[in-house]
């Protein structure tokens, strides 16, 4: 099912952007039509990502009420369902790196050289503490194959279509959230996501705070995920550095690559 | 003069003995007319005997295993009291901690009504052994303190409890999920509190089994300090688990201790930590009440019965009774004190068995052989020691007593508006 490959573009975790940032040198970015239906648009966007590789660094914020604090990351990605993220800094997480590979995830801690499997009930956990999930980074395909999705808004801002979708679940779709809505811009910059629970309730909330150009394209430059039910809790992602063509080995994507690097 | 004292003897004789010699009389005459249907009698205080016997045994049985439960129910994990941040009852995140744990922890120790006391550190966390994971809590404790505010050390099926700093006493369920045996290494993996990554290596030391699912799936001991430094939680502790003298003395403790306690931290006695365990209690109990009830009512109403029909019989005799002078209040009294007799006579049997019985049960126990899995379940003791108390060994007397006495004068008030002359003319 080619609905099935929007999978990337709800891709909400750190490597939203750039998975579903379109693959293609800034001036040939295509623009989605007015009137392009909500599939064409997911695919459209999931078109242009295939199949690429990237390298991104970038800055994490973690806020609350009582202590922030900032980290570093590295992020390679190999089409829409490989990743590997790895902390850079404070001193302290240097190393602690998270793969993804489709459906699986491993997390690597070396200051105890031990890995560990994610189970799926884990995956509604916070991720390095942070208000992203696991779930956030390890949304793909057959995962996303469980939505219905509708198109409920289009407006026109600053030379620029704008497309409010809706995606809902099926009944016995195995989904912890009730609705996600998302602002989609016609060049596939993602604008904002939120996703509410089974009451429809908005939890949590990913917003792009600045768009600008890097590693050759237009993309969201930071993002904050805030969590809606608690004032005052969010994480902002920046990022430093993108090659969105990085010729990275399909090595790099392995569980000995997890273990191996610094 | 003769003539004359013999008539002023009477009054003399009468004022003076209305209160013991009359009293007396009526009940000598009454116990008397008891006997004079010994079957009957001996039927309805067979009835009283052994609705006293039942009422008290259930009760003290009953009674005696709420205490049971309770017991053992605080005793597994949750203490008769805890100290906890005002918060993590409702929300048992990390950062909803006691700051200067060990400090408090000691000033609780030295409260007099205090018998034990320990401090706990609670983390959801990845447990990972190989390729396979579960989440659990990851709960760390002192090893010599916890094991005299939890049964749970108690519940050791294999291996020994935390010998080691870094020791991990596991769940059963949780050990056979990941597949572990003892001397295995665990990776514990979770957030820390102020970001980044929480993650510690045990050794897999020892193996519980409670029953409860729920803990045996998903809960893992490992010293307290181990937990806070990976955790990063400095000398911060989630619960200060409270043992008093008796469980039934928590609410009272915890109010004394409310107000010593920092800002921010508050005490919570057993009945606040386990809503469900009171509630199961007062289920029950209100569906033996009604039982009880019941049972009582029906023994009034045989006793009640028993003397209409005796009021019925004698009516020629009180009638002549009232023909030579005696006042239908005198009736009346001799009725209800005949009534109070056969209370005393079924009553007297009923509770020396049943008391008996309880006194000897209270002290060894009974034990309920073959339902371990269900004790487990449902936080039953293994031994049930019936609650021997007023309240156990009085109700039923006491409502009987009541019963009685209402039974015996409802018809005795009949004889209020009997007439001497047609009294006289029924057949006896």
Known sequence: MRNARMASLAFAGVLLATLSSPAVAEGEIPRASVDATAMELLQGALELTRGASSYTRMAMKIHRPEWERNMELEAWTQGEEDALIRFTAPAKDAGNATLKLADSMWTFVPQLKREARLPSSMMSQSWASSDFSYNDLSRSDNYLRYYDVEIVEREESEGHTIFSLEMTPHDDAPIVWGRETMKLRDDYVMLSQTFHDQDLIALKQMQTRNIGPMGGREIPLVMRMSDLAEPDHWTEVRYLEADFDANVPASKFTRFALRSER | ?428
């Open chain 2, 1 to 428: 003069m003769a003539a004359a004292d013999i008539a002023q003897a009477p009054p003399v004789a009468n004022s003076a003995g209305t209160g013991s010699v009359g009293m007396g009389l009526y009940m000598r005459v009454a116990w008397r007319n008891l006997w004079r249907n010994g079957r009957r009698t001996w039927l309805t205080a067979g009835g009283i005997a052994f609705s006293v016997f039942l009422c008290v045994a259930f009760m003290s049985f009953q009674l005696g295993s709420y205490d049971g439960m309770i017991d053992t129910a605080t005793g597994m994990m949750s203490g008769h009291m805890q100290v906890q941040h005002e918060d993590y009852l409702d929300d048992p995140k990390v950062a909803n901690r006691i700051v200067a744990g060990s400090d408090l922890l000691r000033e609780l120790e030295d409260s007099p009504d205090i018998v034990a006391a320990a401090a706990r550190v609670e983390g959801f966390a990845l447990v990972s052994v190989g390729e396979r994971s579960f989440g659990g809590l990851v709960m760390g404790v002192d090893p010599v303190r916890e094991p005299k505010v939890s049964a749970l050390s108690g519940q050791i099926v294999e291996g020994e409890y935390l010998p080691r700093a870094d020791s991990a006493y596991v769940g059963k369920a949780l050990g056979t999920n990941l597949g572990l045996k003892i001397g295995d290494e665990i990776f514990v993996l979770g957030s820390a509190l102020e970001g980044g990554v929480a993650a510690a290596v045990f050794n897999v030391d020892g193996f519980f089994d409670t029953g409860q699912v729920e803990l045996d799936r998903s809960i893992l001991q490992v010293p307290l300090s181990a937990v806070q430094s990976a955790f990063g939680l400095g000398d911060s502790v989630h619960r200060i688990v409270l043992m008093g003298k008796n469980a039934n003395d928590a609410t009272a403790i915890a109010q004394g201790l409310a107000p010593t306690l920092p800002e921010e931290v508050r005490v919570l006695d057993w009945d606040k930590l386990l809503p469900e365990l009171r509630q199961m209690i007062q289920m029950d109990a209100v569906t033996s009440v009604i039982v009880y009830v019941l049972l009582l009512a029906i023994v009034t109403l045989s006793v009640a019965n028993s003397f209409t029909m005796t009021v019925f019989e004698r009516t020629r005799e009180f009638g002549m009774l009232v023909a030579i002078g005696m006042k239908p209040g005198g009736i009346v009294a001799m009725i209800v004190i005949e009534a109070l007799c056969m209370w005393v006579v079924g009553t007297a049997i009923g509770a020396a068995v049943s008391y008996a019985l309880m006194i000897g049960l209270g002290a060894v126990g009974v034990p309920i052989a073959g339902l371990e899995d269900m004790a487990g379940q449902f936080m039953m003791p293994e031994r049930i020691h019936p609650e021997v108390s007023f309240l156990t060994l009085g109700t039923a007397p006491v409502v009987l007593l009541a019963g009685t006495l209402v039974a015996g004068l409802i018809p005795a008030l009949r004889v209020r508006r009997l007439k001497p002359v047609e009294a006289l003319r029924e057949e006896e």
